[in-house]
């Protein structure tokens, strides 16, 4: 079980500091943790007087979890599964708030929970999430990072600003991974698509990437064949000989606007931050 739910227990103090530091719950403040496991993050999160969701698909843990805070009134229990959970502050808070989301995250977990959380955006003023470092190198990459950027690093950014807090050594969990790992803060960016429209950019994004070396031009015309020759030419100038690697999030996204006329175009094109490589918070 433990295995294969991503169970590294956190024991670095150093390490927990800085998640309180970057996430700077404050009393009262909604906030949901995912995967408390044996509490190590939840019990600081609650000595700030936060008013704490915590949800642990592992029936055990959650029992042990239910036993040592379940009357504790700044805590509550999902046992369940995040990716099934409704992450609207209504549903989950019972109020329009917006929370904050803290995780130490199960790493088999994270590129499917993180498309969820950006779906999701509205409702969290800021997230602070331990990540296997690859997988935050991935989503901070420009395209001059090579392999690293993609699909991944598109959407994150599209969604949220993002800073790396710090890297973190194997040895601050128990068991310790294989791997390094990275704690991120992300800050939710406003809206410029519709919700459908935006699950279609994501769409379109992964499409081009399943062929990131091929010219990008030849794969846009087999993903629009449907698509008029007067269309098609719209994004010749951007796109040329380029491969899909080559553009930045904001080209990225400019294509896609360019080859769907009937979307609106978005109130500003700075939706998404200027890409760059890891680098330490200021
Ligand atoms: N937060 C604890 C810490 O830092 O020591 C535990 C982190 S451990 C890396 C990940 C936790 O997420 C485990 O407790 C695991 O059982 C839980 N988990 C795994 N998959 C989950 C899922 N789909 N939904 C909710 N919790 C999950």
Redesign the pocket.
Known sequence: MGKK??????HSTAVLDSILIAAGPKAGEPVLE?????G??TERLLETGATIRA????AN?AEALRKRWGKHEGFQLIEG???QLPLTPPELFGNAAPYAVVA???YY?STPLLFRLASFREGFSRLVLMLQLEVAQRILASPAEGKAYGSLSIVIQHAFAVSLVRRVPPSAFRPPPKVSSAVLRFTPLQRHLTPEDERRFFHHVKTLFTRRRKRMFSVLKSMYGAASEETMARVVPIVSERRAETLSPEEHLEVFLLLHPEIKEPASSSAVQQPGGIRPQP
Not at 5 to 10: A, D, K, T, V, W
Not at 34 to 38: A, E, L, R, S, V
Not at 55 to 58: G, M, N, Q, R
């Open positions: 739910l991503g169970q590294h227990f956190l995912i995967g408390p496991g044996q190590a993050l949800v642990e698909l592992d843990l599964d995040v990716l130490n995250l199960p977990l």
